[in-house]
C-alpha cells in the first residue's frame, strides 16, 4: 500500500512531466515533429494523464494486467507506468510480435 505522501510525490513528479513536455509541444510552433517529440505526445503525455487520473481515484500504483501492486522503487523510477516489471515484459513482447 502506497503512503498519501508518496502519493503526493508522484503527483508532484507527473505534473512537473507533464509542464515539461506540453512546453516542449509549444516551442515546436510550425517545426516538423521530430520523432522525440512525437513519442511525448503519443505515448509520454496519455501515459501521464493516465497515472494522474488513476492517482485521483485512488487505483494508483496497481498494475493494470495483473492487479498487484507495484513496487515503489518502480513508480519512482517510471512515475507514468501503469504495470508491473513482468506484465510490462509481457506487454511489450506483445507490442513487438504486431509487427
Ligand atoms: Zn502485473
Do not use: W
Not at 4 to 33: E, G, T, Y
Not at 69 to 97: G, M, S
Amino acid at each position: 500500500m502506497l503512503t498519501k505522501k508518496f502519493l503526493l510525490k508522484q503527483k508532484r513528479v507527473l505534473l512537473a512531466k507533464k509542464r515539461s513536455v506540453v512546453a516542449a509541444i509549444r516551442k515546436l510552433n510550425d517545426q516538423p515533429l521530430t520523432d522525440h517529440v512525437l513519442y511525448k505526445l503519443t505515448t509520454e503525455l496519455p501515459l501521464i494523464e493516465r497515472a494522474l487520473t488513476r492517482i485521483e481515484k485512488g487505483i494508483y500504483g496497481r498494475c493494470v494486467n495483473c492487479r498487484e501492486d507495484i513496487p515503489a522503487a518502480r513508480l519512482t523510477v517510471r512515475p507514468e507506468t501503469v504495470r508491473c516489471v513482468d506484465c510490462q515484459a509481457q506487454y511489450e513482447r506483445f507490442v513487438h510480435d504486431q509487427r
